[in-house]
């Protein structure tokens, strides 16, 4: 594999020259928070006792999912809910702490 970029400019036909500079443009379409920002805890966190049982978080897929015009049944919520606690509650509490929700323990972009 080559350890230089070989690109073809729609106005020229050969390669970028080794020592020239290429500018990428890039467009960003939207901007939004992902499902792991502390916003969306607060969301979640129905009683704001800092951390998300099972319930909360049903109710939360719930709405989303209703809100999307795909309301699932019972066994959907259920089989996602054991994953999510499963990868979430690492201290196996039944309980999803905002330290174990925002592992990133920022927002990311």
Known sequence: MASWL???PSSTAGPVPPNATVVFEVEVLSVSRG???MEAFG???LD???SLTK???KEYLKLEY???GKPRDEPFYEKILTDIFWKSDQDRDGQISAKEYNIY???EL
Do not use: L, N, W
Request: charged share 55%; hydrophobic share 25%; glycine share 4%.
């Open 6 to 8: 070989k690109m073809v």
């Open 35 to 37: 499902p792991r920002s």
């Open 43 to 45: 969301q979640i966190d």
């Open 48 to 50: 704001k006792d800092r």
């Open 55 to 57: 319930a909360e978080v």
């Open 66 to 68: 209703e809100k999307g």
């Open 105 to 107: 323990e920022r927002d």
